[in-house]
């Protein structure tokens, strides 16, 4: 799960304000290869923020296909059986409701491509010359490929699990969850562009053009819900080559270059920001309930009719 280092692009959410509220305490820390801020009204205690900062890193531990000693590196390397955490099933779970809503565009199983593009363990970021070469009736598939019962995952073949359409989404999550069962019931848990807030005023979050530094295209207003960001150009390493793949053909999108959606829950916002990309909002709209604003290439922009904020002219 962990993102590489350096990588080129901005967040596609941020400058969060919070109008008229009190001054507030920040806990900021870089772990799964981003930086986190976890906004409250009174400072962390020091033993939350231990809890926080290792509950990230055991997250970490088990999805991360950039660690030798990951659980999804297992995975890769021997097919067959495998226990994943009390927290996988959830997140499975979604993945298997993104899958359906999007005929295969959403899979988990596109870490293969993304190692072929170049964005592997050693950050070569050079795509492989055999890259398309695997045809879609020999692809691996998230439905095809692995049974699951509960936490046990089986894979019939060798897999590259890659959990970063809704991974970080589900983490901000469980930190979350983690605050309030600290008795904390006020925050904003922000991880680069995928946050959650709660809280008895909402915030106002910039929604950053992936194409122009330092400019917004508009504002969300954010209450006690997520937003996640999704941009072609946050981790981009040639002319067109860049993270969000299409999991039925290994290509990157094209279309959209950008997306950003609120909803109940961060993972099924972080999921979503990636399903826009491949798939129309009427589609998920079938099964999901979310708002949103997408940016094409071509500089058109849309949103949904429930969209708080704005966008500029």
């Not at 596609?12 to 930086?35: L, N, R, Y």
């Not at 409250?40 to 926080?52: C, D, F, G, I, N």
């Not at 509950?55 to 991360?64: G, K, L, N």
Request: aromatic share 8%; hydrophobic share 45%.
């Amino acid at each position: 799960m962990t993102e590489a280092a350096g990588a080129a692009g901005a967040p596609a959410a941020s400058a969060v304000t919070h109008p008229g509220a009190p001054a507030h305490a920040t806990f900021d820390f870089e772990a799964i290869g981003t930086h986190w801020q976890i906004e409250t009204p009174e400072p962390l205690p020091a033993a939350v923020r231990q809890a926080v900062v290792e509950r990230v890193e055991t997250f970490d531990a088990v999805y991360s296909r950039f660690r030798a000693d990951s659980l999804v590196t297992a995975v890769a390397e021997r097919p067959g059986r495998h226990e994943f955490p009390d927290d996988a099933p959830a997140l499975f779970d979604l993945y298997d409701r993104l899958a359906a809503a999007t005929d295969g565009a959403v899979d988990p199983l596109v870490g293969r491509d993304l190692e072929l593009l170049g964005y592997d363990r050693e950050y070569r970021l050079r795509p492989s010359a055999s890259l398309g070469s695997t045809d879609a009736a020999t692809r691996p598939s998230w439905n095809a490929d692995v049974v699951r019962d509960g936490r046990v995952v089986i894979t019939r073949r060798p897999v590259v699990i890659d959990v970063g359409a809704a991974g970080k989404g589900y983490l901000v999550d469980l930190v979350a969850g983690l605050l309030r069962a600290s008795g904390i019931d006020r925050y904003v848990v922000d991880a680069s562009g995928d946050l959650v807030q709660a809280g008895l005023a909402p915030i106002r979050v910039g929604l950053e053009h992936p194409l122009v530094a330092g400019q917004a295209i508009g504002v969300a207003e954010v209450q006690n819900a997520s937003l996640c960001a999704s941009a072609s150009n946050r981790r981009a390493w040639g002319d067109g080559v860049h993270h969000i793949l299409d999991g039925r053909t290994g290509n990157p999108a094209r279309e959209v270059v950008a997306t950003w959606v609120v909803a109940a829950d961060t993972a099924l916002a972080d999921g979503l920001a990636t399903a826009l990309f491949f798939t129309g909002a009427h589609r998920l709209a079938e099964t999901f309930h979310f708002s949103y604003v997408r940016l094409y290439a071509d500089g058109r922009a849309e949103r949904s009719r429930d969209f708080q904020g704005e966008l500029f002219t």
